[in-house]
């Protein structure tokens, strides 16, 4: 008998319907009195079937099963383990079908309501994503696109290396699509190290530290356009010489007049003559500027100080504090210096800006040929360089 049969005979000495027929007969009679198949005693159950097989035999089974019925149905479970008894066609056909189970109807399958897609975008680079608790990866070209969010509040975290992260709370509506735009921003770390690392390119682009030498002594020729103490436009000659100990002399002349300014640490010294008569200090403003925004001196002062990036990789600024004000300088694709932004800060703030352009050759490195000062705005003095020479260098505009 195999492991099926056993554990079904289990099932029935634990509770299947009593053996009263063949009990009651196996009882009443000798070994040598065999039950009267004819006698009538009701519809037989499973149990009172296999015990007939197995003490009667399947004939008298058989006989037994046609006049007097059956209980139960022939389910398939049933009727294998009849066959292992022995049972034949003929005594299953005696035995009603089961009756066809009803189909259970499919069970409802609540569709889960979706929200989005979600456009998340970052500024100025590639960031990191994350929706909830759920990490959905890294932008592609400063964008990607979410799908198949739940309807709610979501919380948006965007990450990038070197930027603070951001974080925003988004209303996501069921079918709607919707947006979440990030600008990231350094942190005070990448900050300075970036800015440091521009400022040393614009040195190298300037011609690096053989250019920042010998350019601390130099003499230069050109012209000058100023506005003088009205307003109006001047302009003329000019020859400047700058030396080591940081003093600049500046000499212009027009066609009826000249002045010349020594600026240092010190007050300066200054002289006009002709038609530019009282204009020493308008000349001495001119020889400061020339000297202060000299763009070798201006690189100086960025790697002397604590250059912070303010702009962005692909528009570099970066700005230092310098006394009471704050400067900018803006490189260009080559890392040359192009504009300078000076903001004093303080009861009556001003901005001054200066534009280097025109650079031209010098061994290893540029040199900017025209120096533009405005202040608000308004163009107080052009220097417009044609030749700068040292011992050893000569820069031409040509």
């Known amino acids: 008998m195999n492991r099926r049969i056993q554990s079904f005979f289990l ?12 009990d009651a007969q196996s009882r009443g009679q000798t070994r040598s009195t065999q039950p009267s198949t004819s006698q009538q005693v009701g519809p037989l159950g499973i149990s009172q079937v296999i015990e007939s097989l197995y003490s009667l035999g399947v004939t008298k089974t058989e006989d037994l099963v046609s006049k007097n019925k059956v209980q139960f149905e022939a389910t398939p479970e049933i009727v294998e383990i009849l066959k292992d008894l022995g049972a034949t066609d003929r005594l299953l056909s005696f035995i009603p079908r089961a009756k066809p189970q009803p189909v259970a109807p499919p069970p409802v399958v609540d569709v889960p309501k979706v929200a989005g897609p979600l456009k998340v975008l970052c500024e100025p680079i590639d960031c990191f994503i994350v929706i909830g608790e759920r990490y959905y990866g890294l932008t592609e070209a400063r964008s990607k696109i979410v799908p198949e969010l739940t309807p709610g509040s979501a919380t948006v975290q965007v990450f990038s290396n070197g930027y603070d992260p951001q974080t925003q709370k988004i209303l996501l509506q069921e079918g709607q699509n919707a947006e979440a735009r990030f600008r990231l921003t350094l942190t005070s770390e990448s900050k300075l190290e970036k800015g440091q690392h521009f400022a040393l390119d ?3 682009a300037l011609g690096g530290i053989q250019a920042l030498t010998v350019l601390q002594e130099f003499r230069g020729d050109g012209t000058l356009e100023w506005k003088d103490e009205k307003g109006t436009l001047q302009q003329g000659s000019m020859n400047f010489t700058k030396n080591r100990d940081q003093e600049m002399q500046l000499e212009i002349k027009t066609k009826d ?25 308008v000349v001495s403003a001119a020889a400061s500027s020339l000297l202060l925004y000299e763009v070798q001196n201006v690189i100086s002062s960025f790697l002397s100080g604590t250059p912070l990036l303010v702009g962005t990789d692909t528009a570099p600024r970066i700005e230092i504090q310098r006394g009471d004000a704050s400067w900018v300088l803006t490189l260009d694709s080559d890392k040359l210096p192009v504009e300078l932004a000076q903001t004093r800060r303080g009861p009556t703030p001003s901005v001054i800006n200066v534009r280097y ?33 040292t011992r050893s260098v000569t820069v031409n505009s040509r």
Do not use: W
């Open 11 to 22: 099932v029935i000495l634990l509770g299947l319907a009593p053996v009263g027929l063949l």
């Open 257 to 281: 007049g000249s002045c010349s300014s020594l600026v240092s640490g010190k007050p300066s010294k200054d002289s006009c003559r002709g038609s530019l008569k009282n204009s020493e200090k």
């Open 357 to 389: 352009s025109d650079y031209g050759n010098v061994t290893a490195g540029k040199y900017p040929t025209h120096l533009q000062v405005s202040v608000d705005g308004s163009a107080i003095y052009t220097f417009t360089i044609n030749g700068v020479s």
């Open 202 to 204: 614009a040195m190298r």
